[in-house]
């Protein structure tokens, strides 16, 4: 067992840190591309393009770049332009939520991806069945397309997840003392970068470890009622 | 546009940096895969449970984490490296930058070439072995070309995700495209112009290299049914 000096507690902080803000951007994530999908695949023309820039630019640039140009860029642009306008204005964003922020709205647009090819394997003929029963569209949604909808967008959205923990790490730059950043703060202090950092890394296969597993019971519980062809 | 106008050639360097790390990575990464693929389809169970670990653990952990592991964690061994004669590559940041940047990207390409070779139909291997190939020249000639066709496709995106990665290396002190726009914007307090200039070179680079991949895709054979399982649009819900 490595000697942490003290430094363990620091590092089960950041986990927990981490954890949180990676829930907080996955639910945001979800709502946000769930909506975007919708949007793509039935909003008027304009509302479509939007939607495919959106996706398109967030999928070109690295998520550090769109998380320093929201943390560092945005109140620059605000104070600037105050400052032709003749206002004197100071202004900063939380790191917290800039790191959440920034995170929703690029895993949104994966999961929008994710969600829109969920909703296109549906066979027509489930809707076509909800509309001869006398559901509204709605009803149809929810009842009959959305859960169907989960089981073919389960293992994406996993991924999506996955990536997503990954991810967090990035806020570290913005001195958000989640893992990644307590785990620097304890390397510096102690001179032991080796240990903490490959202790950081540790807890981060763990979570993936454990997101693996869960993420196999999930699609089991979603794929309930189906059966598949045994070989 | 003042903005662009003076700050262009910094930001070309900067460009040309990523370029360079994006392509000895993903060709180092390359020829770092095969073997790991192979060895994770080896019958040998020490083999294939060394190369599983392997993946595993590049595969889960964050590559910034990756990054400070090997370039601070190195100094922790900083006797041990100098008495191999190791220490002055590990404290030169763009060795590390390219060492993690390799390691990393080398396994998430074996994923796809284990993923490739195990959607080769079963009866082309068992057909070049009933015509008396060697397993060196079923690996060049049977599975190897099968394998790349199959997996372009992914590889690409793989390729994409490996331009953006190359990013995080700015922490190190690398004046890649991010380096030049945290250098610019913290110079001339103008991060929004810096960040938005720097956002824009990389969509270029990355829509630029999706559409020659798409060029070479159809080189390498449409004309090739692919199994569908592989054959996953580009960029969609397939993120790394």
């Not at chain 1, 070109?60 to 943390?71: F, K, M």
């Not at chain 1, 149809?140 to 389960?154: D, I, N, S």
């Not at chain 1, 990035?170 to 003392?177: D, E, K, R, T, Y």
């Not at chain 1, 240990?195 to 993420?215: E, K, N, P, R, V």
Request: proline share 4%.
């Amino acid at each position: 067992m490595p000697d942490f000096q003290g430094y363990g507690w620091l590092l089960l902080d950041g986990l927990v840190l981490t954890l949180g803000v990676a829930i907080a951007s996955m639910l945001g994530a979800l709502a946000l591309g769930l909506l975007a999908a919708l949007g793509k695949l039935f909003a008027p023309r304009a509302g479509k393009i939007l939607i495919e820039v959106y996706t398109t630019i967030v999928r070109g640039v690295p998520e550090l770049v769109l998380l320093l140009l929201i943390y560092y860029g945005l109140p620059t642009l605000v104070q600037n332009t105050a400052a032709k306008a003749g206002y004197d204005l100071s202004l900063s964003i939380n790191p917290f939520v800039a790191g959440i922020g920034t995170l929703t709205v690029i895993y949104a647009a994966f999961a929008c991806e994710v969600f829109r090819a969920a909703y296109l394997a549906l066979p027509p003929g489930q809707r076509e069945a909800a509309y001869a029963l006398g559901l509204n569209p709605v009803i149809t949604f929810r009842k009959v397309e959305l859960p169907q909808m989960m089981r073919y967008a389960l293992p994406g959205l996993g991924n999506v997840w996955m990536v997503l923990v990954k991810a967090t790490a990035l806020i570290s730059i913005i001195q958000l003392p989640e893992l990644m950043r307590n785990a620097d703060i304890a390397a510096r202090s102690t001179r032991q970068p080796f240990t903490f950092f490959f202790a950081a890394c540790l807890l981060y296969l763990a979570i993936t470890a454990i997101s693996m597993l869960g993420q196999a019971r999930l699609e089991r519980w979603a794929a309930r009622g189906t059966t598949e062809a045994r070989s | 546009m003042d903005f662009i106008l003076a700050n262009l050639p910094r930001f070309l360097e900067g460009a040309w940096m990523t370029i360079q790390l994006a392509l000895f990575s993903c060709s180092c990464g390359l020829l770092m895969a095969l073997p790991i693929a192979l060895a994770r389809l080896s019958r040998k169970r020490l083999l294939s449970s060394a190369a599983t670990g392997y993946v595993f653990f590049f595969r889960g952990t964050p590559l910034l984490a990756q990054i400070f592991l090997i370039y601070y964690g190195s100094g922790q061994f900083r006797h041990e490296l100098g008495a191999f004669g190791l220490w002055t590559f590990f404290r030169d940041p763009w060795f590390c930058a390219l060492l993690s940047l390799t390691l990393n990207t080398a396994a998430y390409t074996s994923e796809i070439l284990r993923g490739a070779i195990q959607a080769i139909p079963k009866g082309e291997i068992e057909a070049a072995k009933a015509l008396g190939l060697n397993r060196y020249l079923l690996l060049r000639l049977v599975i190897l070309p099968r394998a790349i066709r199959i997996g372009w496709p992914a590889y690409t995106n793989e390729v994409v995700y490996q331009i953006q990665a190359t990013s995080l290396v700015s922490i190190i002190t690398i004046m890649d495209i991010t380096g030049v726009a945290r250098t610019v914007g913290a110079r001339d307090f103008t991060f929004f112009e810096a960040f938005g200039l720097a956002a824009l070179l990389y969509l270029i680079l990355v829509y630029g290299f999706i559409f020659v991949a798409g060029r070479i895709e159809k080189r390498l054979g449409a004309h090739l049914i692919r199994p569908a399982a592989v054959n996953k649009p580009k960029l969609a819900g397939n993120i790394r």
